[in-house]
RNA sequence: GCCCAGAUGUUGGAAUUGGUAGACAAGCUGGCCUUAGAAGCCAGUGCCUUAGUGGCGUGAGGGUUCAAAUCCCUCUCUGGGCACCA
C-alpha cells in the first residue's frame, strides 16, 4: 500500500490555509472575535543564517499549544514579528560589508518562508518588524511616554572605553580586560546616558510574582535579579570632623566586630577626608581604579587592593576607633557606597583585612562559646552573640533587632531595604537602532520630540561603523542632527545615541492586535479585547531582561493609565533547549543544523513530531536525526489507517481504549509534556491495529483530532478524507474522555512477597483483600514463598499492589 | 562562591507522584514479504546466571518504610544562570 506524500500534502494545506484566511484576522475579526486567546511566542532575531532547528523546536512546541487552544474552541491570535535592530545585526553587517537596511528584507522574507515550511499557524496579517518607520515611530512614542511620566533620567554612567579604537565596547567585546578587536587594555569612561528608572518598580515586580502563572525556575531568576535585602543605615561619625560615614548592612548584629571602615573609590567623602598625609597614595589609588574596565573591576578572585585614608570614625555601640580605608571591592552602586567592615563574619572583608593585616574579631559564636584561637577564616553561619557587650547571648536575629533599636533611639541608624536591580540604561553609541527622540536646544536644554513629530527617522549612513569621536555614527550626519527646537524654534542638534534593543521588544506583543492602525501605538479596543497575553513560550535566556522590561513597561502604562492591567503576560512557560551531542547548537561552536533539506526529506509534519516526541518541552533534549524514522513510520500508519477505515460500529475494547488515551493525551498536552502525549497516540494507534484488522471510522476520528496540533497538514488531509468539508481547526473540537469508558475494571497487580515482586494477579477494582489474596495464593510461586513462614502483614492497595509480610 | 535544573538499558526517554522499573520510540539480532529496500509485517533485546519458582539493577554511600527512581541526610559528576550586592 502506498504511503502519503507529505511534501504534496503539506503544500496543498499551507495553501488552502492561505487562500481561505484560516489562521488570518481581519481587524474587524479581531474585534468580534468571542472567545479571545493570545498565543504569544518570542519573535526573533532575523539573522542571515537563518532558522536553525532550535528555533524550530520553540516555535514548533508554541504551535501546538496554540492549536490546542484553537481545538479548544479559543479564537486563537498567534502572531510573529521580527526582533531586527541591534548591535547583533549591526556587526554581521559591518562583518560582511553589507548596509543593514538592505541586509535585514532579505534576512525577513527567508525567515518567512521557513515558517511557513513549517505550518505554524501564524497570523500574517498581523507582524511587526523593529526596524520599520511604523514600528520604532511607537518605541519613541513609548520612551516619550514614559519621559512624561519622570521615568526617564540622564546621567552619567561608566562604558567600557577602548583608548585605541577610540569607542565604547560593551562588555562582551572585553576579553580578559583587553579590546576584542584590537587587544588594548580597556578602561572605564563616564559618560552622559539615558536611564529608565525600573528600580522605583523594584518592589511592585517583586510582588507581582506571586500572582503570575510563570515556570518557578523564570519567577526564582526575576527574584534573584532584583535581589531585595533588608537590613539598616548605620551612620558612623568621622573621629574629630562633623561628619559621619552613612552605611548599608544586612548583619547589624555583627557591629561590635566592625575593625574598619571601606569606601568605595568613587566615594565623595575618599577626597574630602583623605590626610594631606596619605593624599598622594589614595590619589594614585583612585586613578589605578578607572584605569580598570568594568569587568576586571568586577572580577571576584582578584586579590584585594587599597589604602588608608588617613582618617578614622568611631563606632557608635563599641565607641572604639575604626581606620578608613578605599578599596575598589566595595562598589558606590550599590547600598551607599560605603561599608562597615567585619573580617570575623564575611569573607570578603576577612581576605582585605589578612592583606593588610587589620584586627578580625569575632563576634558570633555557634553555641555562644567564644574561643580566644584567632580565627582563620569568616564565620557566617548563624550563632549567637559573644564579645558584643550588652549584646552577648542574644540570637543573630534577635541582635540584628536590639542593635538597629538602640541606634535608631539615638538617630544613628534605620531599617532600609535595598535592591540589587539597576536603573535600565537605554543609551547606545551605535547606528543599528531607533533615534532616541530628544534634542538639545542651547536655552531649553533636552527637549522631547513633540509626539506629532514623529517618527525621528534613522537616516540611511553609508558609514556606519563606530569611530574615533566616541559618539553614536549618527553624530557624523551633520544635516540629520541640525534640526530645530520644538519649544523656542530655535536651532538645536539631536540626540545621536539609539535605544537598546530591549525597549523594541518591551512593548511588541501590545502592537501585534493594533497593526491595523497608523494613527496610533495601542488601539483601545484590541488591547482591551486580546491583552493581557493568555500565553507566552520562549527562551529561558530572556528571564530577567526581556520579561522584566516588559513588566516595568507595561507597570508604568498602567500607572500612566494607558493599559488597565500590570501584568503584560498571564502565563509564561520557558521551553527547554535543543542541544546537539549535549552540547548548545550555536554559530560558534560551528554546530547550526539548518532544518529545510530536513524537511524537504521528510516532511514538516515528521520534523515537528520528532522535535516533540524528543523530551518534555520544557525540559528540551538531544538532536540527533536517527530516531526520526519512528514518528515517521507513525504518520504512514496512521495514514493507512484512516484511509482504510470502514464505516461500522467500534470494539468494545478498543473505545475503551480511545478514552484513555483522551483522558491522558488532554492531561499531558496541558502540561506541555508532548512526548508522552504521542507515545500515548502511538499506543492508540498499536491497539487499533491490533493483528492486523481494519479499524472502523469512529475508532480513528479522534485520534485525527489529537494528532491536528503536531501533525497540522496531515491531520487536514485525514479529517477532509473523513468527509469533512471545512478545516479541521474550525471544524474539530477536542475529544472529551467519558469517565465510564476511560475507567479501568480489571488490573494486573503484582503481588510481593516481604516488598519481592513474586507474581501477578488479575483483580477488578472492587476485590476485597481477600479475595486478592485467595487469588495470590493460587498461584503456586507466590504459595511458596507465602507457606515459608506465618504471615505477619497484609498490605492491598486495590489497583496497585498485595504486599503480604511473611515471617 | 551562591542559586537553579538534572543523572534511569546501547540511545532519546516513560513510570498513575511511595505501589509490577524500563511504556513509547531509536538501534541491534532473527524471521516473513519483496527484483530490490533507509518500505511494510512478526518475534527477541537491562545485567549476571549454576538457566531455577534464582540473584542484581534507576550517579555513589547511608537512612525512613510492608514497599523508594520517587521522601530524608552526606557526597560525586553534568548543564545553565548570577557573581566583591556588604
Not at 553589507?98 to 515558517?115: A, E, G, H, M
Amino acid at each position: 500500500m502506498d504511503t502519503y506524500s507529505p511534501t504534496e500534502v503539506e503544500v496543498k494545506w499551507q495553501n488552502r490555509w492561505d487562500e481561505l484566511g484560516t489562521n488570518l484576522f481581519s481587524r474587524e475579526d479581531l474585534a468580534s472575535a468571542k472567545n479571545p486567546y493570545f498565543n504569544l511566542m518570542m519573535f526573533p532575531y532575523p539573522s542571515a543564517e537563518g532558522l536553525h532547528v532550535g528555533n524550530i523546536y520553540a516555535y514548533t512546541g508554541a504551535d501546538v499549544w496554540g492549536r490546542y487552544q484553537r481545538l479548544l474552541g479559543h479564537d486563537v491570535f498567534q502572531p510573529m514579528g521580527f526582533d531586527a535592530f541591534g548591535i547583533h545585526s549591526e556587526n554581521y553587517a559591518l562583518k560582511v560589508g553589507v548596509n543593514p537596511n538592505d541586509l535585514i528584507p532579505s534576512n525577513i522574507s527567508n525567515f518567512t518562508r521557513q515558517l511557513r515550511r513549517i505550518g505554524a499557524m501564524f497570523d500574517w496579517n498581523h507582524t511587526v518588524d523593529t526596524t520599520a518607520p511604523d514600528y520604532y515611530r511607537w518605541t519613541q512614542w513609548v520612551f516619550l511616554k514614559l519621559f512624561e511620566a519622570g521615568l526617564v533620567e540622564k546621567r552619567k554612567a561608566p562604558v567600557n572605553w577602548c583608548p585605541s579604537c577610540k569607542t565604547v565596547v560593551s562588555n562582551e567585546q572585553v576579553i580578559q580586560g583587553l579590546c576584542e578587536r584590537c587587544d588594548s587594555a580597556v578602561e572605564q569612561r563616564q559618560i552622559e546616558q539615558w536611564f529608565l528608572k525600573i528600580t522605583a518598580y523594584a518592589q511592585r515586580l517583586l510582588d507581582g510574582i506571586e500572582r503570575i502563572d510563570w515556570s518557578s525556575r523564570t519567577l526564582i531568576a526575576q527574584n534573584n535579579w532584583i535581589g531585595r535585602s533588608e537590613g539598616a543605615d548605620i551612620d558612623f561619625p568621622v573621629v574629630g570632623r562633623n561628619e559621619s560615614i552613612r552605611v548599608f548592612t544586612t548583619r547589624p548584629d555583627t557591629i561590635c566586630g566592625a575593625t574598619y571602615m571601606v569606601l568605595a573609590p568613587e566615594h565623595p567623602l575618599v577626597d574630602a577626608l583623605a590626610h594631606e598625609d596619605q593624599r598622594e597614595a589614595v590619589d594614585e589609588y583612585v586613578e589605578q581604579t578607572k584605569q580598570l574596565d568594568l569587568k576586571a573591576r568586577q572580577y571576584v578572585d582578584r586579590p584585594k587592593t587599597g589604602t588608608w585614608i588617613g582618617a578614622n570614625c568611631e563606632n557608635p555601640i563599641t565607641g572604639a576607633e575604626m581606620p578608613i580605608w578605599v578599596s575598589d571591592y566595595v562598589l558606590i552602586e550599590y547600598g551607599t557606597g560605603a561599608i562597615m567592615a567585619v573580617p570575623g563574619h564575611d569573607e570578603r572583608d576577612f581576605e582585605f583585612a589578612d592583606t593588610f593585616d587589620l584586627p578580625i574579631k569575632r563576634v558570633i559564636a555557634r553555641n555562644g562559646a567564644a574561643n580566644a584561637e584567632p580565627m582563620t577564616e569568616a564565620y557566617v553561619s548563624d550563632g549567637v552573640l559573644v564579645n558584643s557587650g550588652e549584646f552577648d547571648g542574644l540570637t543573630v536575629a534577635d541582635g540584628k533587632r536590639a542593635i538597629v533599636e538602640k541606634l535608631e533611639a539615638n538617630s544613628l541608624a534605620a531599617g532600609q531595604v535595598r535592591y540589587r536591580l539597576h536603573d535600565w540604561c537605554i543609551s547606545r553609541q551605535r547606528y543599528w537602532g531607533p533615534p532616541i527622540p530628544i534634542v538639545y536646544c542651547d536655552e531649553c536644554g533636552a527637549v522631547p520630540v513633540p509626539e506629532s513629530d514623529l517618527p525621528v527617522l534613522l537616516p540611511k549612513l553609508e558609514q556606519f561603523k563606530p569611530d574615533d569621536s566616541g559618539e553614536s555614527p549618527l553624530a557624523r550626519d551633520k544635516d540629520w542632527c541640525t534640526t530645530e527646537c520644538p519649544k523656542c524654534g530655535g536651532s538645536a542638534t539631536r540626540e545621536t545615541d539609539v535605544s537598546d534593543t530591549f525597549l523594541d521588544s518591551a512593548w511588541y506583543f501590545m502592537r501585534y492586535p493594533c497593526t491595523d492602525s497608523d494613527d496610533v501605538a495601542l488601539d483601545s479596543e484590541m488591547i482591551q479585547k486580546w491583552l493581557p497575553v493568555d500565553s507566552y513560550i520562549g527562551g529561558h535566556e530572556h528571564a530577567v531582561l526581556h520579561l522584566l522590561y516588559a513588566r516595568f513597561v507595561t507597570m508604568a502604562f498602567n500607572d500612566i493609565g494607558i493599559l488597565d492591567f500590570g501584568e503584560p503576560f498571564e502565563k509564561f512557560r520557558a521551553h527547554g533547549i535543543l542541544t546537539k551531542d549535549g552540547r548548545k547548537i550555536s554559530k560558534s561552536r560551528g554546530n547550526i543544523i539548518v532544518p529545510d533539506d530536513l524537511i524537504a526529506e521528510w516532511g514538516a509534519d515528521t520534523v515537528r513530531l520528532y522535535l516533540m516526541f524528543l523530551g518534555p518541552f520544557e525540559q528540551g533534549g538531544d538532536y540527533s536525526e536517527t530516531g526520526i524514522r519512528g514518528p515517521a513510520s507513525f504518520l504512514d500508519r496512521i495514514a493507512l489507517s484512516v484511509s482504510e477505515a470502514i464505516e461500522g460500529e467500534a470494539d468494545e475494547q478498543v473505545l475503551k481504549a480511545m478514552h484513555r488515551t483522551i483522558d491522558k493525551v488532554s492531561n499531558d498536552i496541558a502540561q506541555l509534556k508532548y512526548n508522552t502525549v504521542i507515545s500515548a497516540l502511538m499506543e492508540y494507534l498499536n491497539v487499533v491495529r491490533e493483528g492486523g484488522r481494519s479499524c472502523v471510522k469512529q475508532e480513528v476520528e479522534p485520534l485525527v483530532v489529537m494528532l491536528a496540533p503536531f501533525a497540522p497538514h496531515l491531520a487536514e488531509e485525514l479529517w477532509e478524507s473523513l468527509g469533512h468539508e471545512t478545516s479541521i481547526f474550525d471544524s474539530g473540537r477536542w475529544p472529551e474522555a467519558d469517565p465510564e469508558l476511560a475507567k479501568v475494571e480489571t488490573f494486573d497487580i503484582g503481588v510481593q512477597v516481604n516488598g519481592k515482586l513474586r507474581g501477578s494477579i488479575s483483580v477488578t477494582v472492587d476485590s476485597t483483600e481477600e479475595e486478592a489474596l485467595a487469588l495470590a495464593r493460587s498461584d503456586e510461586r507466590v504459595a511458596t514463598y507465602l507457606d515459608a513462614g506465618d504471615v505477619r502483614k497484609t498490605i492491598y492497595v486495590p489497583g496497585r499492589i498485595l504486599n503480604v509480610v511473611v515471617k
